[in-house]
């Protein structure tokens, strides 16, 4: 308790610590964005040869060759298995894996097969920090900044996640949702009616949008996980914050879809789940100064 004061005596100090804390943090949610969606794969894979194979009508000689090959597949986990090039499957040892600082000594390639390594990962180390930095600077050394942490950190992954698989898995987006209402039971962000409010008309919000454009395309036009996502940051930062949030990942998925178009110059599927993530940490940190901002120009 003593240095827990200390840290909100010296806020130097805090910036300094939690932006380390937060490098280690990235360093491992790289681990969760890379592994999560193949754990998640291979467990649909498992669950699909379960199913057929209680079906009677299947032969068990059709069932069994892909049985096999399932079965002797390494199970994947994002604690027992050791981490590993992911194009020569070379073991990395631990002053390969020293978030950013390791990236920059290999200048960002494998130190067994020379393959480049990700930008994401040191990026995403990078990232984590400053976020990390910033939460403590917006709101101070308390435990409710832990929460928005754990909040800020979740968001990291499923922008990772959905921008490089185009999935949100709801094993994650659930467990937000249900964090945001528990806090948010005892109105430490927002009243637990705004909370509860934030989360059914951020799912219905970004649903009912979903289904007028696939009447008047006949084609979906937005995945379900953007809706658990959405429910999610209303469930965390109330109803009153999800215009800003849809207004911003809208402004952000616009202008950064048409880079990225212009760079590709080909057509490729949009994920909008990382800029609702990173529409939902602004608005975690700048939200109430803008709404108060525009409440205070609309008066003039």
């Not at 996502?229 to 849809?246: D, S, T």
Request: with cysteine; aromatic share 12%.
């Amino acid at each position: 308790m003593q240095f827990w004061h200390f840290l909100q005596q010296n806020n130097t100090l805090a910036l300094m610590l939690f932006a380390f804390i937060g490098l280690i943090v990235g360093s491992f949610l790289n681990l969760v964005i890379y592994r999560t969606p193949l754990i998640i794969m291979q467990q649909w894979r498992i669950d699909s040869i379960q199913f057929l194979q209680s079906q009677p009508d299947i032969p068990a000689s059709l069932t069994t060759p892909i049985n096999n090959i399932i079965s002797n597949n390494e199970r994947l986990s994002l604690f027992k298995s050791l981490s590993h090039c992911a194009k020569c499957r070379h073991q990395i040892s631990w002053y390969e894996n020293i978030p950013l600082i390791s990236w920059i000594a290999l200048k960002g390639r494998c130190s067994y097969c020379h393959q480049d390594i990700s930008r994401r990962y040191p990026l995403v180390e990078l990232a984590t920090a400053l976020l990390s930095a910033m939460v403590i600077y917006q709101m101070g050394v308390q435990v409710l900044t832990l929460f928005t942490l754990i909040f800020v950190w979740c968001l990291i992954v499923l922008a990772g996640i959905d921008f490089e698989t185009r999935y949100l898995p709801d094993k994650l987006t659930y467990p937000l949702a249900g964090i945001g209402l528990a806090i948010n039971s005892q109105g430490l962000l927002v009243s637990p009616a705004q909370s509860i409010l934030g989360l059914i008309i951020g799912y219905l919000s970004l649903w009912i949008v979903a289904q007028l454009f696939y009447l008047i395309f006949k084609k979906q036009g937005m995945a379900e996980g953007d809706f658990k996502l959405l429910a999610a940051l209303g469930a965390w930062l109330g109803v009153l914050m999800l215009p800003l949030i849809i207004l911003l990942s809208s402004l952000l998925g616009s202008v950064i879809g048409i880079m990225l178009l212009f760079k590709n110059k080909e057509s490729r599927s949009f994920a909008f789940g990382p800029y609702l993530a990173i529409a939902g940490i602004l608005v975690l940190l700048y939200g109430s100064t803008t709404m108060q901002w525009y409440l205070n120009l609309s008066l003039y």
